[in-house]
């Protein structure tokens, strides 16, 4: 389904029903320093904005991750490792409400964060459209558009936007010139933002 026109469920009428889903991460970060307000939430506010969307911020149920950067790695490796599945705490929506579903998380060890697999795991996304994007250090989308797919076969995965981080954390004006191209892309494929 990558790079296909990406037709709405069928019943949609022109203006889906849509949501941004992201996880995102407060603390010391890669290039930014100590920081209140994570990167990708700073893209996820920018694209719900744009698009209309409803924000939800997935969170970690008994949050045990490290403040500082390096500690912070290390406990990411040892879950990607693990496959693990951290839990995540209820959802403030009901996903199940959504046709499209922005869903964007930092890029953790060239994957995206275990508690995002337990996400596609758990959640009923049949049928939906599903619009990755990441923000990152210089590894891009990472795969995000694939795994993402490979994770939800009976979801539609539209292409990804890669967001450099410390661009949302400074230079937030690029970041939106960069959703307003990757806006116009989708809308080609069909998706009407
Ligand atoms: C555990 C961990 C692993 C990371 N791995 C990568 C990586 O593989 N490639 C990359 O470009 N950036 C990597 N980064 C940097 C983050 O993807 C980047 O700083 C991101 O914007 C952080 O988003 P957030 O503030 O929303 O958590 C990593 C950061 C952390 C904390």
Known sequence: MLGCALALPQGVAAAPRSLVVYFSKTGEQYG????????????????????????????????????????????????LNSHAR????????????????FIGAPVWWGDWPM??????????????????????????????????????PKSRVAAGLAITGSDAQNKPERVEADVDGWLKKLAAQGLPF
């Not at 990167?39 to 949050?63: P, Y």
């Not at 951290?86 to 579903?101: F, L």
């Not at 210089?138 to 994770?151: N, V």
């Open 86 to 101: 951290p839990a995540y705490r209820k959802t403030a929506v009901d996903i199940s409400m959504y046709d499209v579903i």
């Open 115 to 152: 508690v995002m697999y337990t996400f596609f795991e758990k959640e009923n996304l049949e049928g939906k459209v599903l619009i990755p994007f990441s923000t990152h250090a210089g590894s891009g989308l990472s795969g995000f558009d694939k795994k993402l797919a490979g994770a939800c």
């Open 32 to 79: 930014v320093g100590m920081i209140s307000k994570g990167n990708t939430a700073i893209a996820a506010e920018i694209i719900a904005r744009k698009t209309g969307s409803d924000l939800c911020e997935i969170t970690v149920e008994n949050d045990a991750y490290p403040r500082r950067y390096k500690p912070l790695c290390d406990a990411a490796k040892k879950e």
